[in-house]
Structures are given as C-alpha cells and as structure tokens.
C-alpha cells in the first residue's frame, strides 16, 4: 500500500497553527481522509513533533499530495515524501 511521510515545522501563536488548514484540506482532498483523521495526523505533527506515516489510496495520490504540498507557502515547514510501499 502506497502512503506519505509527512512532518510540520509549525508557527505556533499560543496553541493555534498557523497555516495548517490548508495541509488538512490537501489531506481530504488528495489522500481521501476525513476531516477527523486529516487533523489527527496534523495536530500529531505539530503538538507532538512527529513524522506520521499516512496510508494513500494510490502511489498517484501520494505523488498528487506530495506535490501539492511542495506549492505550498514557507510558513509553516511542510515536508512531504514518499513513505513505505
């Protein structure tokens, strides 16, 4: 199964990301996910500081949302690559 390594950098101002949304609406979009499980997995990158592991419906889908993220603005640091096949 296909899936993305992602990992956030955030600009935090108190307990609020900034620039997350559109991660999570990329998330929904490109990877098929729900809302809940979209902000599971970025709430988790940026609060917990980890790299997730986000199954993709398709290596085509991962490759659309790797390269969707890859237009997005600097703030905050998103990194997208391919995870495990």
Known sequence: MASVKL???PELCGAMSIGTA???KLLTQ???LGLEPALNYVDRCVF???E???PA????AA?????AVSCLPPVPNVVARA???
């Open 83 to 85: 995870g495990s096949a």
């Open 57 to 60: 419906p398709s290596a085509a």
């Open 52 to 54: 997730v592991d986000i």
């Open 63 to 67: 490759a659309r949302f790797i390269s």
């Open 7 to 9: 990992r956030i950098e």
């Open 30 to 32: 490109h990877l098929e």
């Open 48 to 50: 917990s500081a980890e």
């Open 22 to 24: 559109r991660v999570v």
